[in-house]
């Protein structure tokens, strides 16, 4: 066999090697989840100390995930990693207006702790919120597992550079799609199999701006594509299931989609 190739496939085992299993990535994000939500955590904390510590340690963890996954020498990984811890009260801030979106969004939501505990929703914007911070900080490879993590375990894929304002309630949640240009206001609520993505998928556009802005205090029900990053829903809008969009909608909009249905009764209920 060629002796080039073996050597190529030789050299991307050793980098594979070198980067983080995704589960032990993804288990650094759920440490972090369970530290500042102890309803997800059987783990007792004796004193403040502990909790602190428990920090620390979760700062050096990432500080060598850093290291794994970046290829420069100079890339002040420690300085990423504390700038990160630094901001968890924030991303927890954030998290609680989300969870609270949760809770009084949905009328069979009991509780917070029940949204904590069992909403795939709020599972998929927390680890959206720790790979966008991260993002933020110039951070490789690692926001990407966190949310693609989350996708494969609730059905939901949100694009970690996609900007998303606080009390985000996502309802059910499967198969929605938010995409990486994609704006999204305060006080958003969006159903299950919602896609705001892009016209065109053409690697030529990486960078521009491909994906929809959603304004404050916007419903999206379930099925509705929208397309396109020129693409506005105007504040206070409704859009109906199964809506199709690649045009701008102006403010306090209601937006629906008309199919058409019949129904025929059969004169002999017996025959089917």
């Not at 990160?84 to 991303?91: C, G, V």
């Not at 985000?168 to 609520?189: N, P, R, Y």
């Not at 989609?257 to 004169?267: L, Q």
Request: proline residues 4%.
């Amino acid at each position: 066999m060629n002796i080039h190739f073996l050597q190529s496939l030789y050299q991307r085992q050793q980098r594979a090697q070198a980067i983080p299993a995704n589960e032990e990535i993804a288990n650094w994000a759920l440490s972090i989840i369970g530290l500042l939500f102890p309803e997800l955590s059987d783990k007792i904390h004796n004193s403040v100390k502990e909790i602190e510590e428990e920090f620390d340690k979760l700062e050096l963890e990432l500080n060598h995930l850093l290291d794994a996954t970046q290829a420069c020498k100079d890339c002040h990984n420690e300085a990423i990693a504390k700038q990160f811890i630094d901001s968890l009260p924030h991303i927890y801030a954030t998290l609680k207006t989300d969870i609270s979106a949760l809770n009084s969004g949905d009328p069979a939501a009991s509780d917070e702790f029940e949204v904590i505990r069992t909403y795939p929703g709020f599972w998929a914007i927390a680890f959206y919120r720790i790979a966008n911070s991260l993002l933020l900080l110039k951070t490789p490879l690692i926001p990407r597992i966190l949310t693609e993590y989350a996708h494969s375990k609730t059905g939901i894929d949100i694009h970690p550079g996609a900007k998303i304002g606080e009390y985000l309630c996502i309802d059910h949640g499967t198969g929605i799609v938010i995409g990486e240009t994609t704006i999204i206001g305060k006080h958003v609520k969006l159903y299950q199999g919602v896609t705001l993505g892009a016209l065109s998928v053409s690697k030529t556009l990486a960078g521009v701006k491909r994906h929809p802005t959603v304004e404050d205090n916007v419903v999206i029900y379930s099925g509705a594509t929208i397309l396109g990053g020129e693409t506005v829903i105007g504040a206070n809008s409704i859009i109906g299931g199964n809506v199709w969009l690649t045009k701008s909608v102006p403010a306090n909009s209601t937006v629906y989609h008309t199919p058409s249905i019949k129904v025929i009764e059969n004169s002999n209920p017996h025959i089917s």
